[in-house]
């Protein structure tokens, strides 16, 4: 049980990566808070593991919502440990793409969605560990996008800019608190068969793609469950001595050649 007496806060853990994670989380012993917009969506993690699982509802985009979860975290479980940012999302549909297409609209509601909520979470839970002054762990949500782009299918360049900036944040962050041991990670995949990828599942061309510029395990789109260990890992105490670290969990994505 290798998260055992651990209490987390999972933000975007109703469904998804983050749901996956938190079932992960669960099994491995630890006491988990749910963050997400519809409360139903948890409903097979709390029949499942009942007195381990709270869940708040919220916006991830408001910033009362981390603090929210937090306290629930504390209150229930007497303490925060460890922080999973997952929330985040497509904001194509809301005006973003290349650059010069990319409206003001698109821009904003892009960041929003993708950076300020992680911001929110992350201070919420910093604020939180410097309170009870014995550490703690926080897990970011970044993207292969951040730095290894795909300009012909995945052009959604305010979504790139939020996920390179996770980066910077997290390992600005993780220099300026690893004396307090907090550590500050984060996992950067590539495309995972969510809700959000649907688009891409769609589209047969896309998907040709993907099975090139993902070619392990026979070259294919990733799954929730392939990020779970590494979430695993990156919150338990077997990862004591990692901050600062970016982790491509992306199916070979950037280190392949494949055009796109």
Sequence with gaps: M?????????????????????????????????V??????ASLLIDQFSTQVRVVEGDARQAETADRAVREAVAAF???????????GSGRSQGDGPIDETTDAGWDYTLRQNLDCVFFSNRAALRQFLKQGRGGVILNMA???????SPRFF???????????????????AAYYASKNIRINALAPALIET??????????????????????????????????????????????????????????????????
């Design 195 to 260: 809700p959000m990828a649907q688009r891409a599942v769609r589209d047969d061309e896309i998907m040709q793609f993907v099975a090139r510029k993902q070619p392990l395990d026979g070259g294919r789109i990733g799954q929730p469950q392939d990020l779970d260990e590494a979430v695993i890992y990156l919150l338990s105490d077997a990862s004591r001595f990692v901050t600062g670290q970016v982790l491509a969990i992306d199916g070979g994505w950037s280190v392949s050649d494949a055009s796109g």
């Design 155 to 173: 052009a959604s360049h305010a979504y790139a800019a939020a996920k390179a900036a996770i980066i910077g944040m997290t390992k600005s962050a």
């Design 143 to 149: 993207s292969v996008l951040g730095f290894s782009p």
């Design 2 to 34: 290798r998260l055992q007496n651990k209490s987390i806060v999972i933000v975007g853990g109703t469904s998804g990566l983050g749901l996956s994670a938190a079932q992960a989380c669960a099994a491995e012993g630890a006491s988990v808070v749910v």
């Design 36 to 41: 997400g917009r519809d409360r139903a969506k």
């Design 78 to 88: 007497n303490g925060l440990d460890g922080l999973y940012h997952v929330a985040g």
